[in-house]
């Protein structure tokens, strides 16, 4: 019997209090390991230490409440191989025996705003890199090694000199620091690649978010001294690398507001982008597996036609051979 490994939350959250974690492991054929990492992952409370005991002493023991997801964290949990699944990780055999269902969520997206809102709560603008977030100290760490190893005499190619020495770069800095930081509160992480910190995002349960910070393209300058540095920034979030991702949103550097003073607003959609990105990719998801059936069963269907053909031919030719 093939065994299940794909579970929607709540039917996990049933089974782990339904029996010892062991026991549904060794039903499952899995380790009890893995499912108490899918767990915490999805944010599915566990029977504490003792749990079972006091049970089977006929204690009475409480239920933990099953909280809502949390912003873009899968709602379709899988206990073994790659977490990380699409449409292009399913074999055919796979596709047709889904019975796909339309997506439906639980909250508004008005609803989940609310809720990042409050788990939130503040979002102070940084001003300086004093205490930044350590991806920024890591960045700022290895810009210092540049700077030792390099002096003013020396030709240095412009790939091995300090990176964030300007003004508008240490900004971009402090924005960042002040991104990564708060969207720490609702369990995102932020990751930077490159030397010079172009590839930039945060993680938003299972969804990767994508953030463009960069000097406005027009060029402009803001004599309004409320904008830091002169130089006007765009902050561009969501830019998806599949079309079915939803639209971008755009902040820019203005005289009434800078974008540090926007930053409580940056952090909330950026969160609730992962939200939005779940969203569409489910629906996408939904989409393709109705299709790519159709198309399975069609194929199936005229192979069984063909096969029929070929068949009555056969049988056709031998009537006239008996005939002959």
Not at 11 to 32: F, N, Q
Not at 197 to 218: C, P, S, Y
């Amino acid at each position: 019997m093939k065994k299940k490994h794909y579970f929607p939350r709540k039917e996990l959250y049933e089974l782990v209090w339904e029996e010892p974690r062991t026991k549904l492991a060794k039903r499952l054929g899995l380790s009890d390991v893995a499912i108490g990492k899918a767990c915490r992952k999805a944010g599915i409370p566990m029977p504490p230490a003792g749990h079972w005991a006091k049970k089977a002493a006929g204690k009475h023991v409480a239920r933990l409440p099953l909280p809502p997801r949390d912003p873009g964290i899968d709602n379709d949990i899988k206990l073994s191989g790659d977490r990380y699944y699409s449409s292009g990780y399913w074999t055919d055999e796979e596709v047709l025996e889904m019975v796909p269902e339309l997506p439906s969520f639980d909250e508004s997206l008005d609803e989940v705003r609310q809720r990042i809102k409050a788990r939130l709560g503040k979002v102070v603008p940084p001003r300086s890199l004093k205490a930044p977030h350590y991806l920024i100290a890591r960045l700022l760490a290895e810009d210092e090694e540049r700077r030792v190893k390099t002096k003013p005499s020396d030709f240095v190619l412009t790939w091995d000199r300090p990176k964030f020495e300007s003004p508008i770069e240490k900004r971009r800095l402090r924005i960042l620091s002040g991104i990564f930081t708060a969207t720490e509160k609702c369990n995102s992480k932020g990751f930077i690649k490159g030397k010079n910190a172009r590839d930039v995002g945060v993680k938003v349960g299972d969804q990767f978010v994508r953030l463009d910070l960069e000097e406005a393209t027009n060029g402009k300058r803001l004599k309004d001294q409320k904008v830091n540095a002169c130089v006007r920034l765009k902050l561009t979030l969501g830019h998806g690398w599949h079309n079915h991702c939803p639209e971008p949103l755009v902040w820019e550097d203005c005289a009434e507001n800078d974008l540090e003073s926007l930053l409580p607003e940056v952090v909330l959609e950026l969160i609730l982008m992962g939200e939005r990105q779940y969203r569409s990719h489910k629906e996408y998801q939904y989409q393709y597996i109705l299709e790519r059936k159709a198309e399975l069963e069609e194929n199936e269907r005229q192979r069984i036609e063909t096969e029929n053909q070929l068949e009555l031919e056969r049988v056709e030719r031998l009537k006239q051979a008996r005939i002959q």
